[in-house]
């Protein structure tokens, strides 16, 4: 508990600002949580639901340059893109494309896995004595690929994980069956994570965590931020809904929508939208034992609540652009073919904005410049995932405690404007 009590308003009430404010609450700090809408209206509540710790490869691995254009113009590829939107996105895009080497990859894994490499613990710890506990299911992670020599085009990707301290066993044929039967019959190879988990509800988990913070004397605003009020180069509050709140820090944490506040700030961010879709089974006719990654068509599966979850595809669109048919399509056809049992009462559909920084590592830390204003945000595919460890080093940074992990690769001084 800090001696020093603040007043912290945190922009953003997805996984990351909701277990920032839980952890500065702990601290002792005075907590303002705000967002245009609720907690867990966005990306929080439509994720695939793994803690897969085990996700630190980058979409950006070598190789990705020569397979993209033909990825782009198969209807059987993830990979979707709203073609009038290219001439906005190419600025982006090349910088995320130009760190499709082995060298960039190999460092984005380091950088990433002290931010997820414990998440199952990391939930843990953030939702004890919420009433979110319930959610958080210890569980395998599965990888399931056609057979040996399709998880052998993916050595790259493995070898790094082992590098980065992650172990697993092999499933193969009649072993694989024994462990879940429920799966196509040309899907012949898994890999296995143990210590990984799921969450069975995201958008409930992180609307039970925001609760607890209400009910321990956090406050809740639903509006728009405008502006981080500064004084002598010092956060002194924040605009939003026409007012002015007085605050010590604030944090930015908007997952895709922090670019113009972020600008604001002095960073000039490359972020990007990667749209992803669910669809979800509910009453289904059969549920797999564990969450699992196709690896063939790049999408999850993951056991919820009264429902399966199947979650993934990549759509480079924007922010205003309606949801698109295509990728929903493919989901559907992929999930046939993944689970030839599958049947729900009905199916429901969603898309939703993961946050894609160019350089694939979020932006986390203290604002150069600018004593009080932190950034919490550019997860990627692993906001759910690393949300509680993010949330829990921006809180030990405001109280003024140095986390134990060096925080300079994921500084948002590397997007600071020259001026």
Same mark, same amino acid.
């Given at each position: 508990?800090?001696?020093?009590?603040?007043?912290?308003?945190?922009?953003?009430?997805?996984?990351?600002? @909701?277990?920032?404010?839980? $952890?500065?609450?702990?601290?002792? #700090? &005075?907590? *303002?949580?705000?967002?245009?809408?609720?907690?867990?209206?966005?990306?929080?509540?439509?994720?695939?639901?793994?803690?897969?710790?085990?996700?630190?490869?980058?979409?950006?691995?070598?190789?990705?340059?020569?397979?993209?254009?033909?990825?782009?113009?198969?209807?059987?590829?993830?990979?979707?893109?709203?073609?009038?939107?290219?001439?906005?996105?190419?600025?982006?895009?090349?910088?995320?494309?130009?760190?499709?080497?082995?060298?960039?990859?190999?460092? *984005?894994?380091?950088?990433?896995?002290?931010?997820?490499?414990?998440?199952?613990?990391?939930?843990?710890?953030?939702?004890?004595?919420?009433?979110?506990?319930?959610? =958080?299911?210890?569980?395998?992670?599965?990888?399931?690929?056609?057979?040996?020599? #399709?998880?052998?085009?993916?050595?790259?990707? $493995?070898?790094?994980?082992?590098?980065?301290?992650?172990? $697993?066993?092999?499933?193969?044929?009649?072993?694989?069956?024994?462990?879940?039967?429920?799966?196509?019959?040309?899907?012949?190879?898994? @890999?296995?994570?143990?210590?990984?988990?799921?969450?069975?509800?995201?958008?409930?988990?992180?609307?039970?965590?925001?609760?607890?913070?209400?009910? !321990?004397?956090?406050?809740?605003?639903?509006?728009?931020?405008?502006? @981080?009020?500064?004084?002598?180069?010092?956060?002194?509050?924040?605009?939003?809904?026409?007012?002015?709140?007085?605050?010590?820090?604030?944090?930015?944490?908007?997952?895709?929508?922090?670019?113009?506040?972020?600008?604001?700030?002095?960073?000039?961010?490359?972020?990007?939208? &990667?749209?992803?879709?669910?669809?979800?089974? $509910?009453?289904?006719?059969?549920?797999?034992?564990?969450?699992?990654? *196709?690896?063939?068509?790049?999408?999850?599966?993951?056991?919820?609540?009264?429902?399966?979850?199947?979650?993934?595809?990549?759509?480079?669109?924007?922010? &205003?652009?309606?949801?698109?048919?295509?990728?929903?399509?493919?989901?559907? !056809?992929?999930?046939?073919?993944? =689970?030839?049992?599958?049947?729900?009462?009905?199916?429901?559909?969603?898309?939703?904005?993961?946050?894609?920084?160019?350089?694939?590592?979020? @932006?986390?830390? &203290?604002?150069?410049? *600018?004593?009080?204003?932190?950034?919490?945000?550019?997860?990627?595919? =692993?906001?759910?995932?690393?949300?509680?460890?993010?949330?829990?080093?921006?809180?030990?940074?405001?109280?003024?405690?140095?986390?134990?992990?060096?925080?300079?690769?994921?500084?948002?001084?590397?997007?600071?404007?020259?001026?």
């Amino acid at each position: 508990m800090t001696t020093d009590r603040k007043t912290v308003a945190i922009i953003g009430a997805g996984i990351v600002g @909701v277990s920032a404010a839980i $952890w500065l609450q702990r601290e002792g #700090h &005075e907590v *303002i949580l705000i967002d245009r809408k609720g907690p867990a209206e966005g990306t929080s509540y439509g994720n695939g639901g793994v803690l897969a710790s085990c996700s630190v490869v980058p979409v950006t691995t070598p190789g990705l340059i020569a397979k993209a254009p033909k990825m782009l113009f198969s209807a059987d590829q993830p990979l979707f893109l709203r073609y009038g939107y290219l001439p906005r996105l190419l600025p982006w895009l090349r910088k995320y494309l130009s760190h499709a080497n082995a060298k960039d990859t190999t460092r *984005i894994a380091s950088a990433l896995t002290p931010i997820i490499g414990d998440s199952l613990e990391d939930h843990t710890a953030l939702a004890a004595g919420t009433g979110a506990e319930g959610y =958080i299911h210890p569980s395998d992670y599965l990888f399931i690929y056609d057979d040996r020599a #399709h998880f052998g085009s993916d050595a790259f990707g $493995w070898n790094l994980r082992k590098a980065n301290g992650f172990h $697993w066993d092999e499933l193969e044929g009649a072993a694989f069956r024994a462990y879940d039967p429920i799966f196509s019959e040309d899907l012949n190879f898994a @890999v296995r994570l143990g210590g990984h988990g799921r969450i069975s509800d995201p958008g409930a988990y992180v609307q039970a965590l925001a609760c607890h913070l209400e009910a !321990r004397g956090g406050r809740f605003l639903r509006a728009d931020v405008e502006d @981080v009020v500064q004084e002598n180069g010092e956060v002194t509050g924040i605009r939003a809904g026409g007012e002015t709140l007085a605050c010590d820090a604030a944090v930015l944490a908007t997952g895709v929508w922090s670019g113009p506040l972020a600008k604001k700030l002095g960073l000039n961010v490359p972020l990007e939208s &990667e749209r992803g879709y669910h669809l979800e089974f $509910w009453e289904p006719s059969v549920m797999p034992k564990s969450p699992v990654m *196709i690896a063939g068509g790049k999408f999850v599966i993951t056991p919820m609540e009264g429902r399966v979850r199947l979650a993934g595809v990549v759509e480079f669109g924007g922010l &205003e652009a309606q949801p698109s048919r295509a990728p929903l399509d493919l989901l559907r !056809r992929n999930a046939v073919k993944a =689970i030839p049992g599958l049947r729900g009462a009905h199916v429901t559909e969603w898309m939703g904005h993961r946050p894609a920084p160019a350089d694939s590592i979020p @932006v986390i830390g &203290e604002v150069p410049g *600018i004593k009080g204003a932190f950034t919490g945000f550019g997860h990627h595919h =692993i906001g759910l995932t690393g949300g509680p460890k993010t949330g829990r080093l921006l809180a030990q940074m405001i109280s003024g405690r140095q986390p134990n992990i060096d925080l300079n690769v994921y500084s948002p001084a590397r997007f600071k404007e020259a001026g």
